[in-house]
Protein backbone atom coordinates (compact mmCIF):
# COMPACT_ATOMS: atom_id res chain seq x y z
CA UNK A 1 0.00 0.00 0.00
CA UNK A 2 1.67 3.25 -0.98
CA UNK A 3 2.17 6.38 1.44
CA UNK A 4 -0.92 8.46 -0.67
CA UNK A 5 -3.61 5.54 -0.34
CA UNK A 6 -3.07 5.25 3.46
CA UNK A 7 -3.28 9.04 4.16
CA UNK A 8 -7.25 9.80 4.97
CA UNK A 9 -8.86 12.98 4.27
CA UNK A 10 -8.91 15.48 6.66
CA UNK A 11 -11.79 14.94 8.74
CA UNK A 12 -11.30 10.46 8.70
CA UNK A 13 -9.66 9.56 12.04
CA UNK A 14 -6.51 7.51 11.56
CA UNK A 15 -7.17 3.66 11.22
CA UNK A 16 -5.20 2.18 14.31
CA UNK A 17 -3.03 -0.78 14.37
CA UNK A 18 -2.48 -2.02 18.41
CA UNK A 19 0.31 -4.87 18.36
CA UNK A 20 -0.67 -6.44 21.62
CA UNK A 21 -4.61 -6.93 22.56
CA UNK A 22 -3.86 -7.64 26.40
CA UNK A 23 -5.15 -5.45 28.85
CA UNK A 24 -3.76 -2.38 27.66
CA UNK A 25 -4.90 -3.08 24.36
CA UNK A 26 -8.29 -3.89 24.43
CA UNK A 27 -8.47 -1.17 26.92
CA UNK A 28 -6.59 1.62 24.46
CA UNK A 29 -8.91 -0.37 21.38
CA UNK A 30 -12.15 0.22 22.88
CA UNK A 31 -11.16 4.02 23.87
CA UNK A 32 -10.57 4.44 20.37
CA UNK A 33 -13.64 2.89 18.74
CA UNK A 34 -16.40 4.80 21.20
CA UNK A 35 -14.38 8.23 19.55
CA UNK A 36 -14.96 6.65 15.72
CA UNK A 37 -11.64 5.50 15.51
CA UNK A 38 -11.00 2.37 13.65
CA UNK A 39 -8.97 -0.38 15.00
CA UNK A 40 -7.55 -3.83 14.15
CA UNK A 41 -6.11 -5.81 16.97
CA UNK A 42 -3.24 -7.96 16.20
CA UNK A 43 -1.94 -10.66 18.99
CA UNK A 44 -0.20 -14.13 18.49
CA UNK A 45 -3.19 -15.78 21.24
CA UNK A 46 -5.98 -16.91 18.35
CA UNK A 47 -8.56 -17.56 21.10
CA UNK A 48 -8.17 -13.79 21.85
CA UNK A 49 -8.29 -13.15 18.63
CA UNK A 50 -11.29 -14.55 18.16
CA UNK A 51 -13.55 -13.20 21.09
CA UNK A 52 -13.11 -9.76 19.81
CA UNK A 53 -13.86 -10.72 16.61
CA UNK A 54 -16.89 -12.38 18.34
CA UNK A 55 -17.55 -8.93 19.56
CA UNK A 56 -16.72 -10.15 23.28
CA UNK A 57 -14.59 -8.53 25.57
CA UNK A 58 -11.53 -10.75 26.28
CA UNK A 59 -11.12 -9.25 29.42
CA UNK A 60 -13.25 -8.02 32.81
CA UNK A 61 -13.29 -4.06 33.12
CA UNK A 62 -15.86 -2.17 33.60
CA UNK A 63 -17.33 -0.83 30.66
CA UNK A 64 -15.63 -2.85 28.31
CA UNK A 65 -17.54 -5.38 27.01
CA UNK A 66 -20.22 -3.11 26.11
CA UNK A 67 -18.00 -0.69 24.41
CA UNK A 68 -16.71 -3.41 22.41
CA UNK A 69 -19.97 -5.08 21.62
CA UNK A 70 -20.93 -1.71 20.44
CA UNK A 71 -17.45 -1.69 18.30
CA UNK A 72 -17.71 -4.48 16.75
CA UNK A 73 -21.81 -3.83 15.57
CA UNK A 74 -20.15 -0.81 14.22
CA UNK A 75 -17.76 -2.83 11.92
CA UNK A 76 -14.85 -0.46 13.60
CA UNK A 77 -12.71 -3.05 15.66
CA UNK A 78 -11.79 -6.34 14.37
CA UNK A 79 -8.92 -8.12 15.56
CA UNK A 80 -6.19 -11.00 13.74
CA UNK A 81 -3.06 -12.94 14.49
CA UNK A 82 -1.21 -11.44 11.25
CA UNK A 83 1.09 -9.18 11.84
CA UNK A 84 1.66 -7.73 8.00
CA UNK A 85 -1.98 -6.32 8.51
CA UNK A 86 -0.08 -3.19 10.47
CA UNK A 87 0.15 -1.76 6.60
CA UNK A 88 -3.13 -0.76 6.69
CA UNK A 89 -3.22 1.35 9.58
CA UNK A 90 -1.45 5.05 9.84
CA UNK A 91 -0.69 4.66 13.64
CA UNK A 92 0.63 1.57 15.44
CA UNK A 93 0.55 1.41 18.89
CA UNK A 94 3.02 -1.51 20.77
CA UNK A 95 1.68 -2.75 23.70
CA UNK A 96 3.32 -5.95 24.72
CA UNK A 97 4.78 -7.49 27.95
CA UNK A 98 8.19 -6.07 29.91
CA UNK A 99 8.61 -8.89 32.43
CA UNK A 100 11.01 -8.79 34.82
CA UNK A 101 14.27 -11.16 34.19
CA UNK A 102 15.60 -13.81 36.66
CA UNK A 103 18.35 -10.74 37.82
CA UNK A 104 14.92 -8.46 38.47
CA UNK A 105 16.34 -6.55 34.82
CA UNK A 106 13.72 -5.28 32.38
CA UNK A 107 13.26 -8.57 29.66
CA UNK A 108 12.93 -6.62 26.41
CA UNK A 109 12.47 -9.48 24.43
CA UNK A 110 8.97 -9.43 23.77
CA UNK A 111 9.42 -5.94 22.47
CA UNK A 112 12.18 -6.96 20.57
CA UNK A 113 10.21 -10.19 18.84
CA UNK A 114 7.21 -7.60 18.34
CA UNK A 115 9.45 -5.29 16.34
CA UNK A 116 11.76 -7.64 13.88
CA UNK A 117 8.14 -9.20 12.95
CA UNK A 118 6.30 -5.20 12.54
CA UNK A 119 9.80 -3.87 10.34
CA UNK A 120 8.99 -5.27 7.36
CA UNK A 121 5.51 -4.39 7.11
CA UNK A 122 5.85 -0.74 7.79
CA UNK A 123 5.85 2.14 5.41
CA UNK A 124 7.39 5.58 5.46
CA UNK A 125 5.24 7.94 6.91
CA UNK A 126 3.61 5.79 9.76
CA UNK A 127 3.28 6.65 13.58
CA UNK A 128 4.59 3.66 16.06
CA UNK A 129 4.28 4.34 19.62
CA UNK A 130 5.36 2.40 22.12
CA UNK A 131 2.99 2.00 25.30
CA UNK A 132 5.05 -1.22 27.27
CA UNK A 133 6.80 0.01 30.62
CA UNK A 134 10.24 0.28 29.61
CA UNK A 135 13.65 1.20 30.64
CA UNK A 136 14.97 4.57 29.95
CA UNK A 137 16.41 4.24 26.19
CA UNK A 138 14.42 1.59 24.83
CA UNK A 139 12.57 3.51 22.13
CA UNK A 140 15.67 4.84 20.98
CA UNK A 141 18.22 2.19 21.45
CA UNK A 142 16.48 -1.37 20.58
CA UNK A 143 12.77 -0.61 18.86
CA UNK A 144 14.15 2.28 16.57
CA UNK A 145 16.95 0.75 14.94
CA UNK A 146 15.43 -2.41 14.65
CA UNK A 147 12.13 -0.71 12.94
CA UNK A 148 14.24 1.40 10.46
CA UNK A 149 16.29 -0.96 9.12
CA UNK A 150 13.53 -3.10 8.48
CA UNK A 151 13.49 -4.96 5.29
CA UNK A 152 17.31 -4.31 5.10
CA UNK A 153 16.68 -0.51 4.71
CA UNK A 154 18.37 1.97 6.77
CA UNK A 155 16.73 5.30 5.73
CA UNK A 156 13.66 4.33 6.78
CA UNK A 157 11.59 7.51 7.81
CA UNK A 158 9.35 6.64 10.61
CA UNK A 159 7.85 8.62 13.49
CA UNK A 160 7.99 6.89 16.60
CA UNK A 161 7.36 7.81 19.90
CA UNK A 162 6.89 6.71 23.77
CA UNK A 163 3.36 7.46 25.55
CA UNK A 164 3.82 5.42 28.91
CA UNK A 165 0.71 3.49 30.16
CA UNK A 166 -0.69 5.11 33.32
CA UNK A 167 -3.76 3.24 33.63
CA UNK A 168 -5.88 2.00 37.14
CA UNK A 169 -7.81 -1.88 36.48
CA UNK A 170 -11.15 -1.24 37.49
CA UNK A 171 -11.24 2.74 35.89
CA UNK A 172 -9.05 2.11 33.02
CA UNK A 173 -11.69 3.40 30.56
CA UNK A 174 -12.47 6.60 32.06
CA UNK A 175 -8.70 7.10 33.08
CA UNK A 176 -8.00 6.89 29.10
CA UNK A 177 -10.68 10.15 28.75
CA UNK A 178 -9.31 12.84 31.44
CA UNK A 179 -5.66 11.18 32.42
CA UNK A 180 -3.12 13.15 30.47
CA UNK A 181 -0.87 11.62 27.96
CA UNK A 182 2.61 12.23 28.20
CA UNK A 183 4.37 12.47 24.88
CA UNK A 184 7.99 11.91 24.41
CA UNK A 185 9.69 11.11 20.79
CA UNK A 186 12.35 9.99 19.16
CA UNK A 187 12.85 13.37 17.37
CA UNK A 188 10.61 16.37 17.39
CA UNK A 189 8.39 15.42 14.72
CA UNK A 190 7.70 12.03 15.83
CA UNK A 191 6.74 14.07 19.15
CA UNK A 192 4.62 16.43 17.89
CA UNK A 193 2.45 13.86 15.65
CA UNK A 194 1.70 11.66 18.59
CA UNK A 195 0.29 14.75 20.18
CA UNK A 196 -1.69 15.61 17.50
CA UNK A 197 -2.79 11.35 17.38
CA UNK A 198 -3.86 11.71 20.97
CA UNK A 199 -5.30 14.89 21.23
CA UNK A 200 -7.59 14.56 18.08
CA UNK A 201 -8.16 10.71 18.52
CA UNK A 202 -9.30 10.68 21.94
CA UNK A 203 -9.99 14.08 22.32
CA UNK A 204 -7.45 14.32 25.79
CA UNK A 205 -4.36 16.70 26.96
CA UNK A 206 -1.08 15.75 26.46
CA UNK A 207 2.28 16.74 28.19
CA UNK A 208 4.89 17.03 25.86
CA UNK A 209 8.70 15.79 27.25
CA UNK A 210 11.77 16.44 25.92
CA UNK A 211 12.64 12.80 24.97
CA UNK A 212 11.10 9.45 24.73
CA UNK A 213 14.18 8.83 27.02
CA UNK A 214 12.57 10.99 29.44
CA UNK A 215 8.86 9.83 28.95
CA UNK A 216 10.17 6.20 29.77
CA UNK A 217 11.35 7.20 33.07
CA UNK A 218 7.91 9.16 33.79
CA UNK A 219 6.04 5.73 34.38
CA UNK A 220 8.58 4.53 36.58
CA UNK A 221 8.61 7.18 39.04
CA UNK A 222 4.91 7.18 38.62
CA UNK A 223 5.09 3.49 39.96
CA UNK A 224 7.72 3.88 42.40
CA UNK A 225 5.93 6.46 44.05
CA UNK A 226 3.06 4.70 44.22
CA UNK A 227 4.69 1.32 45.77
CA UNK A 228 6.64 3.23 48.18
CA UNK A 229 3.73 5.21 49.11
CA UNK A 230 1.29 2.43 50.20
CA UNK A 231 4.56 1.02 51.60
CA UNK A 232 4.76 3.92 53.94
CA UNK A 233 0.91 3.44 54.71
CA UNK A 234 2.07 -0.10 55.02
CA UNK A 235 4.58 0.87 57.92
CA UNK A 236 2.12 3.23 59.17
CA UNK A 237 -0.29 0.48 59.70
CA UNK A 238 2.04 -1.78 61.70
CA UNK A 239 3.09 0.98 64.10
CA UNK A 240 -0.57 2.04 64.59
CA UNK A 241 -1.47 -1.65 65.55
CA UNK A 242 1.35 -1.81 68.24
CA UNK A 243 0.33 2.28 69.61
CA UNK A 244 -3.58 1.22 69.71
CA UNK A 245 -4.66 3.96 66.83
CA UNK A 246 -6.59 3.70 63.83
CA UNK A 247 -4.47 4.20 61.07
CA UNK A 248 -7.21 5.35 58.74
CA UNK A 249 -8.23 8.18 61.28
CA UNK A 250 -4.23 8.92 61.07
CA UNK A 251 -3.97 9.07 57.10
CA UNK A 252 -7.23 10.79 56.94
CA UNK A 253 -5.73 13.84 58.95
CA UNK A 254 -2.55 13.80 58.12
CA UNK A 255 -3.82 14.18 54.60
CA UNK A 256 -5.22 17.62 55.26
CA UNK A 257 -1.71 18.94 55.43
CA UNK A 258 -1.25 21.32 52.68
CA UNK A 259 2.29 20.45 51.09
CA UNK A 260 3.87 22.52 48.36
CA UNK A 261 1.13 22.76 45.22
CA UNK A 262 -0.96 19.95 46.86
CA UNK A 263 -1.24 17.91 49.85
CA UNK A 264 0.30 15.32 52.01
CA UNK A 265 -0.84 12.25 50.19
CA UNK A 266 -0.62 9.13 51.87
CA UNK A 267 -2.49 6.13 50.42
CA UNK A 268 -4.03 3.14 52.49
CA UNK A 269 -2.50 0.55 53.39
CA UNK A 270 -3.99 -3.01 52.47
CA UNK A 271 -2.83 -6.58 53.15
CA UNK A 272 -0.59 -6.30 50.57
CA UNK A 273 0.26 -4.92 46.71
CA UNK A 274 0.08 -6.88 43.44
CA UNK A 275 -0.22 -6.44 39.45
CA UNK A 276 1.75 -6.93 36.84
CA UNK A 277 3.13 -2.97 37.10
CA UNK A 278 3.73 -2.24 40.83
CA UNK A 279 5.85 -4.70 41.98
CA UNK A 280 7.95 -5.25 39.16
CA UNK A 281 8.80 -1.36 38.13
CA UNK A 282 10.08 -0.36 41.64
CA UNK A 283 13.07 -3.30 40.48
CA UNK A 284 13.67 -1.95 37.08
CA UNK A 285 14.37 1.33 38.70
CA UNK A 286 16.69 -0.53 41.15
CA UNK A 287 18.31 -2.24 37.93
CA UNK A 288 18.61 0.85 36.19
CA UNK A 289 20.65 2.81 39.07
CA UNK A 290 22.90 -0.53 39.59
CA UNK A 291 23.87 -0.23 35.84
CA UNK A 292 24.31 3.28 36.13
CA UNK A 293 27.08 2.42 39.38
CA UNK A 294 24.30 3.34 41.91
CA UNK A 295 22.72 1.88 44.71
CA UNK A 296 19.32 3.19 45.56
CA UNK A 297 17.71 2.04 48.87
CA UNK A 298 14.41 3.00 48.76
CA UNK A 299 12.98 0.78 45.44
CA UNK A 300 13.68 -2.40 47.58
CA UNK A 301 13.13 -0.99 50.74
CA UNK A 302 9.46 -0.31 49.38
CA UNK A 303 8.87 -3.60 47.93
CA UNK A 304 9.74 -5.54 50.82
CA UNK A 305 7.81 -4.25 53.09
CA UNK A 306 4.70 -4.98 50.50
CA UNK A 307 5.87 -7.90 50.10
CA UNK A 308 5.35 -8.66 53.81
CA UNK A 309 2.34 -7.67 54.08
CA UNK A 310 0.25 -11.13 52.96
CA UNK A 311 2.08 -12.74 55.89
CA UNK A 312 1.28 -10.00 58.53
CA UNK A 313 -2.51 -9.84 57.39
CA UNK A 314 -2.51 -13.70 58.34
CA UNK A 315 -0.60 -13.13 61.65
CA UNK A 316 -3.54 -10.72 62.61
CA UNK A 317 -6.12 -13.49 61.63
CA UNK A 318 -4.25 -15.34 64.23
CA UNK A 319 -4.34 -12.88 66.44
CA UNK A 320 -8.11 -12.09 66.37
CA UNK A 321 -8.85 -16.04 66.86
CA UNK A 322 -6.42 -16.29 70.27
CA UNK A 323 -7.96 -13.00 71.53
CA UNK A 324 -11.47 -14.95 71.31
CA UNK A 325 -9.88 -18.05 72.49
CA UNK A 326 -9.31 -20.22 69.52
CA UNK A 327 -6.54 -20.97 67.74
CA UNK A 328 -5.78 -20.91 64.02
CA UNK A 329 -5.04 -24.66 63.47
CA UNK A 330 -8.66 -25.29 64.85
CA UNK A 331 -10.71 -23.02 62.76
CA UNK A 332 -12.71 -22.53 59.40
CA UNK A 333 -11.15 -19.51 57.28
CA UNK A 334 -13.29 -18.13 54.42
CA UNK A 335 -11.75 -16.02 52.48
CA UNK A 336 -13.20 -13.55 49.93
CA UNK A 337 -11.15 -11.61 47.19
CA UNK A 338 -8.21 -13.44 45.29
CA UNK A 339 -8.00 -11.12 43.07
CA UNK A 340 -4.74 -8.30 43.42
CA UNK A 341 -6.99 -5.59 43.24
CA UNK A 342 -11.05 -4.61 43.91
CA UNK A 343 -12.99 -4.75 41.90
CA UNK A 344 -11.48 -7.05 38.98
CA UNK A 345 -10.74 -10.11 38.27
CA UNK A 346 -6.78 -9.88 37.43
CA UNK A 347 -5.03 -12.77 39.83
CA UNK A 348 -1.32 -11.57 38.71
CA UNK A 349 0.95 -11.49 41.02
CA UNK A 350 -1.91 -11.00 43.69
CA UNK A 351 -0.39 -10.71 47.12
CA UNK A 352 -3.56 -13.25 47.99
CA UNK A 353 -1.72 -16.09 47.14
CA UNK A 354 1.13 -16.29 49.48
CA UNK A 355 -1.63 -15.43 52.34
CA UNK A 356 -3.20 -17.86 51.16
CA UNK A 357 -0.84 -20.95 50.95
CA UNK A 358 0.00 -20.09 54.35
CA UNK A 359 -3.67 -20.18 55.31
CA UNK A 360 -3.72 -23.89 53.75
CA UNK A 361 -0.65 -24.82 55.74
CA UNK A 362 -2.51 -23.46 58.84
CA UNK A 363 -6.01 -23.19 59.37
CA UNK A 364 -8.20 -26.71 59.60
CA UNK A 365 -10.49 -26.09 56.79
CA UNK A 366 -9.82 -22.95 54.25
CA UNK A 367 -12.72 -21.78 51.64
CA UNK A 368 -12.56 -19.18 48.73
CA UNK A 369 -14.78 -17.05 46.81
CA UNK A 370 -14.21 -14.11 44.25
CA UNK A 371 -17.12 -13.60 42.11
CA UNK A 372 -15.24 -11.50 39.61
CA UNK A 373 -12.36 -14.40 39.20
CA UNK A 374 -12.57 -17.25 36.69
CA UNK A 375 -11.88 -20.78 37.88
CA UNK A 376 -9.19 -20.79 35.85
CA UNK A 377 -7.25 -17.77 37.27
CA UNK A 378 -7.87 -18.98 40.94
CA UNK A 379 -6.05 -22.05 39.78
CA UNK A 380 -2.85 -19.86 39.57
CA UNK A 381 -3.47 -19.23 43.38
CA UNK A 382 -4.99 -22.35 44.70
CA UNK A 383 -6.20 -25.51 43.87
CA UNK A 384 -8.83 -25.50 46.23
CA UNK A 385 -12.50 -25.25 43.97
CA UNK A 386 -13.76 -21.49 44.32
CA UNK A 387 -17.16 -21.83 46.20
CA UNK A 388 -19.95 -21.01 43.93
CA UNK A 389 -21.88 -18.22 46.18
CA UNK A 390 -20.80 -16.07 49.34
CA UNK A 391 -23.43 -18.14 51.89
CA UNK A 392 -21.45 -21.18 50.45
CA UNK A 393 -17.84 -19.86 51.33
CA UNK A 394 -18.91 -18.57 54.57
CA UNK A 395 -21.10 -20.54 56.42
CA UNK A 396 -19.98 -21.30 59.70
CA UNK A 397 -16.51 -20.29 58.97
CA UNK A 398 -14.46 -18.75 62.54
CA UNK A 399 -12.97 -16.63 60.26
CA UNK A 400 -14.10 -14.51 57.07
CA UNK A 401 -11.27 -12.67 55.83
CA UNK A 402 -11.80 -9.88 53.07
CA UNK A 403 -8.41 -9.84 51.42
CA UNK A 404 -10.12 -7.75 48.48
CA UNK A 405 -12.68 -5.18 48.58
CA UNK A 406 -14.87 -5.91 46.01
CA UNK A 407 -18.46 -3.64 45.65
CA UNK A 408 -20.34 -7.25 45.25
CA UNK A 409 -19.02 -7.66 48.90
CA UNK A 410 -20.19 -4.62 50.30
CA UNK A 411 -24.02 -5.18 49.29
CA UNK A 412 -24.56 -8.10 51.68
CA UNK A 413 -25.58 -6.97 54.76
CA UNK A 414 -23.53 -7.76 57.60
CA UNK A 415 -26.39 -9.21 59.35
CA UNK A 416 -26.27 -11.58 56.83
CA UNK A 417 -23.01 -12.73 57.62
CA UNK A 418 -23.63 -13.15 61.37
CA UNK A 419 -26.17 -15.36 60.43
CA UNK A 420 -24.24 -17.14 58.14
CA UNK A 421 -21.13 -17.48 60.42
CA UNK A 422 -22.07 -16.57 64.42
CA UNK A 423 -19.50 -14.50 66.28
CA UNK A 424 -16.86 -15.36 63.36
CA UNK A 425 -13.67 -12.85 63.05
CA UNK A 426 -14.11 -10.35 60.12
CA UNK A 427 -10.64 -10.19 58.90
CA UNK A 428 -10.63 -6.46 56.70
CA UNK A 429 -7.45 -6.84 54.15
CA UNK A 430 -8.89 -3.95 52.04
CA UNK A 431 -12.54 -2.85 52.55
CA UNK A 432 -12.10 0.22 54.75
CA UNK A 433 -14.91 -0.39 57.08
CA UNK A 434 -16.35 2.44 58.70
CA UNK A 435 -16.26 3.12 62.64
CA UNK A 436 -20.22 2.78 62.30
CA UNK A 437 -19.59 -1.01 60.32
CA UNK A 438 -17.17 -2.30 62.80
CA UNK A 439 -19.42 -0.95 66.02
CA UNK A 440 -22.55 -2.74 63.87
CA UNK A 441 -20.18 -6.23 63.97
CA UNK A 442 -20.00 -5.90 67.87
CA UNK A 443 -23.90 -5.51 67.94
CA UNK A 444 -24.27 -8.63 65.83
CA UNK A 445 -21.45 -10.37 68.35
CA UNK A 446 -18.71 -10.70 65.23
CA UNK A 447 -15.27 -9.82 66.26
CA UNK A 448 -13.26 -7.31 64.24
CA UNK A 449 -9.42 -6.92 62.95
CA UNK A 450 -8.06 -4.88 60.40
CA UNK A 451 -4.15 -3.34 59.47
CA UNK A 452 -3.48 -0.92 61.08
CA UNK A 453 -6.81 -1.14 63.26
Given at each position: ????????????P????I??????G????????E????????D?????????????????????AEA???A???G????????????EA??VLLC???P???????D?????A?????????????????K??????????????????G???K????L???CP???????????????P?????V??????????????S?????I????????????????QWI?L??A????L???????????????AA????P?G??H???L???MG????????????V??????AG???R????GR???????L?????????????GRS???SR??V????????????R????Q??????????A?????????????A?Q??????S???E?????A??IA???????FR?????R???????????D??????N???E?M???G????????
Amino acid sequence: MSDESRTPPPSAPPRVAIVGFGYVGACLGAALTERGVPVLGIDVDAGRVATVNAGEAPFSEPGLAEAMARAHDRGILEATTDMSRVSEAEVVLLCVGTPLDRDFAPDTQQIRAAAHELAPHLSNGQLVILKSTAPPGTTEEILAPILREGAGRKDRELLLAFCPERLAEGSALEELRTIPVVVGGVDATSRDAARSFWEESLGIETIAVRSARTAEMVKLADNQWIDLNIALANELARLSERVGVDVLEVIAAANSLPKGQHHVNILSPSMGVGGSCLTKDPWFVHRMALDAGLELRLPAAGRRVNDDMPLYAVDRIRQGLQASGRSLGDSRVAVLGLAFKSNTGDCRFSPTQPAIEALERECAELTLYDPLVTPGDAGQISSIPLSTTIEEAVRGADCIAFFTGHDAFRHVPLERFATLAPRSLIMDGRMYFSNEAIERMGELGLGFIGIGR
